[in-house]
T-cell receptor, first 112, second 114 residues
């Protein structure tokens, strides 16, 4: 089955700097890659997603890039703010009839 | 919150006792899921349902059973709770946008098995 890995497990950045969180996946048939954000004590929430026919997608300060050849995708956060501090989960699946496989999560800390 | 309610929000129980967690949704979603979240393991799928009386196992289903007798309710049962089942449990529903399955999670249930 699919294996999704996230590195590093923790990331600390200065407020205003950019943060990049990377994920790798194992199944070349995977074609959908969402990112979920979980603030402390809260539920995970979808923040952005990308399909394999698109190389990059942006939404205000966040963007996701996909490299199908290398089988990795990354979340980019620009101008980080304290409210960006959270656990970020990446996930992957092969389409509507397969289930999402989540990575273990990365804890992002934004230092004021 | 996609109309998802989990109950209870917190539960403390003893090893060997049965426990049932409830997930209730108000928007007639077909697909429902139960995940557990543990430090260092992320979100792991326990069971899921694609309709009334249609359920299937996820990657960590041992020790758990589920039932879905109505569209709106998806129950997770620990037949005989063990300390390894201490975790945060999240229910989720999915909405499809084309082929993209987007999950919406409930608020979670913190379960402690002593």
């Amino acid at each position: 089955g699919e294996n999704v890995e996230q590195h590093p497990s923790t990331l600390s950045v200065q407020e205003g700097d950019s943060a990049v969180i990377k994920c790798t996946y194992s199944d070349s048939a995977s074609n959908y890659f969402p990112w979920y954000k979980q603030e402390l004590g809260k539920r995970p929430q979808l923040i952005i997603d990308i399909r394999s026919n698109v190389g990059e997608k942006k939404d205000q300060r966040i963007a996701v890039t996909l490299n199908k050849t290398a089988k990795h995708f990354s979340l980019h956060i620009t101008e980080t703010q304290p409210e960006d501090s959270a656990v970020y989960f990446c996930a992957a699946n092969k389409g509507a009839n397969s289930k999402l496989t989540f990575g273990k999560g990365i804890t992002l800390s934004v230092r004021p | 919150d996609a109309g998802i309610t989990q109950s209870p929000r917190h539960k403390v129980t003893e090893t060997g006792t049965p426990v049932t967690l409830r997930c209730h949704q108000t928007e007639n979603h077909r697909y429902m899921y139960w995940y557990r979240q543990d430090p260092g393991h992320g979100l792991r799928l326990i069971h899921y349902s694609y309709g009334v009386k249609d359920t299937d196992k996820g990657e960590v289903s041992d020790g758990y059973s589920v039932s879905r007798s109505k569209t709106e309710d998806f129950l997770l049962t620990l037949e005989s709770a063990t300390s390894s089942q201490t975790s945060v449990y999240f229910c989720a529903i999915s909405e499809f946008q084309g082929e993209n399955e987007k999950l919406f999670f409930g608020s979670g249930t913190q379960l402690s098995v002593l």
